[in-house]
């Protein structure tokens, strides 16, 4: 048997779209003489489609577009993941097409849900019902099994009963979101159950972003001794015909794909056509403008300088350099004369309070909110990019309204220390960021001769225990006991605490971590609950 992995990134709820790239790799298949192509989890509605499952008329359109699909197959055989309404239920399916017409249809049994399976984006028991039945089917004279993501997971899954029924190829059609580490994880799991059942086994994964997911791909095949005979390569949108095996990439160009990714689909997705970036010679701002030009091209990126009677000559300049670098235009906004008017009307009313020297501080970054908002405004086709980091993220050290004020947070589930990784990858042939911001001691700049080491322990210590406190739920005392610092512990574990209603008011962001604020993690904001 000749088969082909349709690798692809559809858009979540352009049927019509989606049906297009179907047609299309259907017929480049037949062409190439391949007599089984496999798309991805729900390819008709685009993964995943959440509340739009519930409007029947969705669902009622996802099903003639299959019907019209089906009716394409002469002469090769699809698997099309859509969603199935049958008996006042529906089913995450995917449809066996062959000879112009549906032959079989199987349904997803294991359906991922939070927080249970360790799939935290997900809750598919909101909309679908389990399936039941595990049929083989015959295609080219060979029995095979299909099943849908999750569902191989589980060593004793459907998968395991269709090769005892025969099957000796299972293909399995997936939307599987990237996070570090995953990759790993995933192949060798693979591996493992194509060895343990003797089969053939074919996984083929969605690539691109939707919303804060970013699919990676990494489309396999492996033969039943557990060997790998092709990989597509990852963050492609591709056909995989030709059985090769693209390399994998390291952990710091995987995470950078990652979120060229997750931004170039997020902007483009949604119409935009321009971004702009507060470009303040800090290393957030520079790696956020890096992956947007990765990502959209310089044409489509606007950085925005804008300068305080705090911001240091050196920041300017290397804000500047950086631009140039990337070939971006930039706009030399100054806000000194704003910022001190603001500060001369509101001092009768905020001086001499306890947060006076915060609320005077949060000012200057608000006025930057302010201007970077009103450009945007003036070109309903441009979007604003936040540039703060998982750790500021999550310990509160942003501005509502201010740095955080935008439409897209390219670094929202990147740590500090990872956004320097990061930033070093990126410098790999040749300085595109400046080297200076690289190697400066990081200040927001809101005050004379402020670090971000006045409020903050070093990142290296402040990523770890937000790695063992976020990402691997330990609690305090478990931290200590790794040899941190008590009070330094109980500090950053308090400013996590106190600042969920921050993080409720971020844009959403590309989740590359195993745990994401947002989807993955879900605490309530009125909350009284200290670990002591």
């Known amino acids: 048997m000749r088969l082909a992995l349709a690798q692809r990134n559809p858009t979540v709820g352009d049927l019509e779209g989606n049906a297009q790239i179907v047609a299309d790799d259907i017929e480049r298949a037949r062409d190439a003489g391949v007599d089984l192509v496999a798309?991805?989890?729900?390819?008709?509605?685009?993964?995943p489609p959440e509340d739009l499952v519930l409007k029947p008329s969705f669902v009622r359109a996802n099903e003639e577009v299959l019907a019209k699909l089906a009716q394409q197959t002469e002469g090769i055989t699809a698997v099309i993941g859509f969603v199935h309404a049958q008996d006042g239920a529906l089913f995450n399916a995917a449809a066996i097409c062959t000879h112009g017409e549906i032959r079989g249809i199987y349904h997803k049994q294991h359906l991922p849900q939070v927080p249970s399976d360790g799939a935290g984006v997900f809750d598919e028991d909101r909309y679908f019902k389990r399936g039941t039945e595990t049929p083989t089917f015959?295609?080219?004279?060979?029995?095979?099994?299909?099943?849908?993501?999750?569902?191989?997971?589980?060593?004793?899954?459907p998968a395991r009963r269709q090769a005892r029924d025969g099957a000796t190829i299972i293909v399995n059609i997936n939307g599987s979101p990237y996070r570090t580490g995953i990759v790993d994880i995933r192949e060798r799991m693979l591996a493992e159950r194509a060895g343990d059942y003797g089969v053939t086994l074919a996984y083929v994964n969605t690539v691109g972003g939707q919303d804060e997911l970013v699919f990676d791909g990494g489309s396999l095949i492996i033969d039943g001794r557990g060997t790998l005979i092709a990989r597509a390569p990852a963050f492609e949108d591709i056909l995989l015909i030709d059985h090769t095996i693209a390399p994998r990439l390291d952990v710091e160009e995987e995470a950078y794909k990652a979120l060229v990714t997750g931004t170039r689909d997020y902007v483009t997705k949604n119409g935009f056509r321009e971004v702009f970036i507060q470009l303040s010679g800090g290393i957030d701002s520079a790696l956020t403008a890096a992956i947007a030009v990765d990502a959209l091209g310089a044409d489509a990126v606007t950085g925005v300088v804008m300068s305080s009677k705090h911001s240091s000559e050196h920041s300017r300049k290397d804000a500047f350099d950086l631009a140039r670098n990337l070939n971006v235009k930039t706009f030399d906004i100054p806000i000194t004369g704003p910022h001190e008017a603001i500060e001369a009307t509101l001092r009768p009313y905020i001086e001499n309070r306890p947060g006076t020297d915060l609320a005077e501080q949060n000012i200057q970054a608000r006025t930057r909110g302010l201007y970077n908002m009103a450009l945007t405004n003036a070109r309903p086709w441009s979007i604003a990019l936040t540039t703060g980091n998982k750790s500021e993220v999550a310990t509160g050290y942003a501005t509502l309204y201010g740095d955080m004020a935008g439409g897209f947070a390219v670094l929202k589930d990147v740590p500090k220390t990872l956004v320097y990784k990061l930033s070093r990858w990126r410098n790999r042939d040749g300085n595109v960021i400046p080297q200076a911001i690289i190697d400066k001691p990081p200040s927001a700049e809101l005050?004379?001769?402020q670090l971000d080491s006045d409020a903050l322990?070093?990142?290296?210590?402040?990523?770890?225990?937000?790695?063992?406190?976020v990402e691997q739920d330990?609690?305090?005392?478990?931290?200590?006991?790794?040899?941190?610092?008590?009070d330094t512990v109980r500090m950053v574990i308090r400013m996590v605490d106190t600042n969920e209603y921050k993080r409720r008011q971020t844009p959403p962001g590309p989740k590359i971590t195993s745990k994401a604020f947002g989807r993955d993690r879900r605490l309530p904001i009125t909350n009284r609950y200290r670990e002591s």
């Open 457 to 469: 322990p070093p990142y290296e210590i402040l990523d770890a225990i937000l790695e063992a406190y």
């Open 474 to 486: 330990r609690s305090i005392r478990e931290i200590i006991a790794m040899g941190l610092d008590e």
């Open 138 to 157: 015959d295609i080219a004279g060979t029995k095979v099994g299909v099943t849908i993501c999750e569902d191989i997971w589980h060593a004793d899954g």
């Open 39 to 47: 798309f991805t989890e729900l390819c008709v509605t685009g993964y």
């Open 447 to 449: 005050k004379p001769g």
